[in-house]
């Protein structure tokens, strides 16, 4: 229930009312008075500060930052072992390489120089070889010769009927035949037999039947002859 008061009483000394309202301006003029009053909107929104950042994003760019010095880091890294390791490494082979290829050439140059003096020994050889054919040559055609003028020597003994001169020229035909019959042997050993067996029968016939010996000494010619053939010596 609500509580009903009773209304004052005036007390002695208050002013009546109404004199106070006289006194006191009007309210509409006072309200002219007064600024305007700006409503607040309904629904506005305030936009966040320019500079304000959300702790994601700072965490993002300080992370870009440590990547960014590793980053640098790294290639320095990479900078500082390219010019310490492997840039001498790479100049050395490079270095290595050149004196490769240098060795290379020099050996090339030195075999072909190698093939040239073997080239040349070869033909030394060949020429020293030909050579003593040809020494080889002149001392059986010597040898040949000497037993010729042996049997002539003989011959012309037997003629003047001197047997002991034609003995003694048939003896030295059987040392100037021994030289020849070395080199005759190698090449018709028994070529060598019949002329060698041909001169000792002219030695056994010489004292007996100087004729017959005279005889022998012809067909000994002409075997000589066929020596002569054998060695090459035509």
Known sequence: MATIYPPLEPQPGDEPREELREDLPPVEEKAAELPPVVEPAETQTIPPPPHSESRFNRFMRGLLRVLLVIVLLFGAGMLTTYFTLYRPLQQQAAQDRAALEQAQRDRSSAESQLGELEGRVKSMQTQVEQAQVDVEN??????????????????????????????????????????????????????????????????????????????????LARNLEQVEEKLGLK
Request: glycine share 4%.
């Open 138 to 219: 002149a001392r059986n055609r010597a040898a040949l010769q000497t037993v010729r003028t042996d049997l002539a020597n003989a011959r012309l003994a037997l003629a003047n009927k001197d047997g002991a001169a034609a003995r003694t020229a048939l003896v030295q035909a059987q040392n100037d035949l021994a030289q020849l019959l070395p080199a005759l042997n190698k090449v018709d050993e028994a070529l060598g037999k019949s002329v060698s067996g041909r001169l000792e029968v002219v030695l056994n016939e010489l004292n007996r039947d100087p004729t017959t010996a005279i005889s022998d000494m012809d067909i």
